[in-house]
């Protein structure tokens, strides 16, 4: 049989490749259209490894998940990491296309196999990675994989296509409308249809009513959660999902698709000049007059100039509400003074308030004046004393070694068991030397000394992780000092408050606020990237240290 000789050269190795991890995945419409069955492909998966005596470690099963991407796949990111323990000798699929249709996943899922010496197979195509031949057919398959993919995903696109230039809706969720099947020729692909959901009517028309009545984005957003419209999911509106409504056609009972190309590589960036825009087989939600009125005012609204203001506001997005802990984003009001002169006031404001109205947050503004000058002034006093950055340094060091602490400790212990084996391993030759042990004893002792040292590096590897592989050495005096100096040097030198912005942006995680809207604290970050960019001599430290070169990362507040 043609699987059993091409396996054949295993059953030599048993003893080393015992433990296999299963691999099976099947997506809705493959169970459907072709009839893969994860049962089926576990049922002979388990079959031939008892054929051949290997253990089934584990079986690893994603149902209903497509194969286009290895992420959102739980079954997939769990076996990798028991492979990363090494908890396993082979992995086995029905077939190579279960684990990734991309030839750069699978390259790289193989890749990391590799490194552990974990070796992969598949059934159905008769492969293994091993051998140079079977390296070469691996890639031979992983191309052709490919290759069916982009086949397929072009074949679904020009369905799509079609459907929508007949009036077609080509599914996904739409608020005013239920998505529902209907009964179709072709059995394999499901075809569906809009019909009117009344409640979810009543919201869109509510919208556009506002809308043409003279109201603005936000002022709807805040009407509409206030008197308890919701969106499709349940969640508040905001002013996109608002100036998305007014501006979809789906409402006068036209279909739209294609707006954008290319989605996965450049995502909003790639807008079609000429999408489909057909009239479609369902019924309009609003009327054709309130439609072109609204679109009217759109129109005029698009040719009205942007209001210049002047200033700099750097901390957007980097201070969080100190109710919901949104990012803050700026908010202006104007005044008039005595004179009748209007004077505008900035403000840092809760982002979700912004975008939602009250229903979501309040304002908790914050004067942007005295934001910026609190946040920098704080950072350049930082910089310019020596008493406070020792301070600094202590606090970090003191944190760093009470986590690391019982970590340190426990893999200590499991390395000094370690070396313990390699000593009890040339006593056991010593017995056999001398005549004391026979040949079968010294084999079992060897075999007993060898699965325990497995499971003390099994042990070892995640603490090696999480200590950085290896205790993380003390932030230095001069390390913070280099960075927090070199980094008010640089803001001084700042030309464009979008390098103002991205240079503050580098150094704090965030900026917090207290209840009376006073900032409490600037959470300062230093890892690799930080010591890189502001400090010649941390980037030599970290190019010659290896005990800063994987994990430093620390934070701290001022």
Same mark, same amino acid.
């Given at each position: ?71 959102g ?6 076996l ?18 279960r ?110 009513e ?14 509409v959660?206030?008197?308890?419209h ?19 056609p ?62 700099e506001?750097?901390?957007?997005g ?23 002169? =209007?004077? $505008?006031?900035?403000?840092? /404001?809760?982002?979700?308030? %912004?975008?939602?109205?009250? @229903?979501?947050? #309040? *304002? ?59 000593v009890k ?47 993380? =050495?003390? $932030?230095?005096?001069?390390? /913070?000092?280099?960075?927090? %100096?070199?980094?008010?040097l @640089?803001?001084? #030198? *700042? ?15 965030q ?6 809207r ?17 400090s ?23």
């Open positions: 049989m043609q699987i059993n000789t091409h396996f054949s050269n295993l059953n030599s190795d048993a003893s080393e490749l015992k433990r296999v991890a299963i691999y099976a995945r099947v997506s809705t419409t493959e169970q459907a259209e072709e009839g893969y069955s994860i049962d089926e492909q576990t049922r002979i998966l388990n079959e031939w490894c008892n054929q051949h005596g290997f253990k089934v470690y584990k079986e690893y099963v994603d149902r209903g998940i497509s194969g286009k991407s290895i992420t796949r739980p079954a997939l990111q769990q990798l990491i028991d492979a990363k323990r090494k908890e396993f000798d082979i992995v086995l699929v029905w077939k190579m296309n684990l990734a249709r991309n030839i750069l996943d699978l390259l790289k899922i193989v890749n990391l196999l590799e490194q552990k010496n974990i070796a992969f197979r598949s059934y159905s195509e008769s492969y293994e990675t091993a051998t140079p031949s079977g390296k070469l057919q691996f890639h031979m398959m992983a191309a052709i994989a490919e290759f069916e993919r982009g086949n397929i995903a072009e074949n679904v696109k020009m369905g799509m296509l079609a459907r929508a230039k007949e009036g077609s809706w080509n599914g996904g969720q739409v608020l005013g409308y239920d998505t529902v099947e209907v009964n179709s020729e072709n059995k394999k692909r499901k075809n569906t249809k809009l019909i009117i959901n009344e409640k979810e009517a009543q919201t869109v028309r509510r919208i556009f506002l809308y043409t009545q003279g109201h603005g984005y936000k002022s709807i957003a805040n009407k959660n206030k008197e308890g919701r969106s499709k999911k349940g969640g508040l509106f905001a002013i996109n999902t608002i100036k998305t409504i007014l501006t979809n789906i409402y006068i009972g036209f279909i739209r698709y294609n707006v954008r190309r290319d989605w996965n590589a450049k995502r909003r960036n790639n807008i079609n000049p000429d999408p489909v825009l057909v009239k479609g087989h369902h019924e309009p939600i609003i009327s054709k007059e309130i439609w072109e009125k609204a679109q009217s005012l759109l129109k005029n609204r698009s040719n009205r100039p942007n209001r210049v203001h002047s200033g506001f750097p901390l957007t980097l201070m969080k509400c100190p109710v919901c802990g949104a990012g803050m984003v700026l908010g202006r009001t104007t005044n008039k003074n005595k004179d009748g002169s =209007k004077r $505008v006031l900035e403000y840092y /404001v809760c982002g979700a308030w %912004k975008n939602k109205g009250t @229903s979501a947050c #309040n *304002s908790n503004a914050v004067r942007t004046e005295y934001a910026d000058d609190y946040v920098i002034n704080r950072i350049a006093t930082l910089a310019s004393s020596d008493k406070l950055i020792n301070d600094v340094v202590a606090r970090i060091n003191s944190g760093m070694n009470q986590k690391a602490a019982p970590l340190q400790k426990e893999y200590e212990s499991l390395k000094k068991t370690l070396n313990s084996i390699q391993k040339e006593k056991v030759f010593e017995l056999y030397e001398e005549g004391l042990i026979e040949k079968g004893e010294l084999s079992e002792r060897l075999e007993k000394l060898k699965e325990e040292k497995r499971l003390l590096e099994d042990r070892l590897a995640p603490l090696e992780l999480e200590l950085g592989e290896g205790i993380q =050495k003390e $932030v230095t005096f001069e390390l /913070v000092s280099e960075v927090m %100096k070199d980094f008010v @640089s803001y001084k #030198n *700042s030309i464009t408050t979008e390098q103002k912005k991205q240079l503050l942006s580098l150094l704090i995680k900026i917090t606020i207290g209840k009376d006073k900032i409490e604290s600037i959470q300062i970050q230093l890892n690799n990237d930080i010591v890189r960019h502001f010649k001599k941390g980037e030599e430290k970290l190019s010659g240290d290896d005990d800063f070169s994987s994990s430093f990362s620390v934070v701290f507040a001022i």
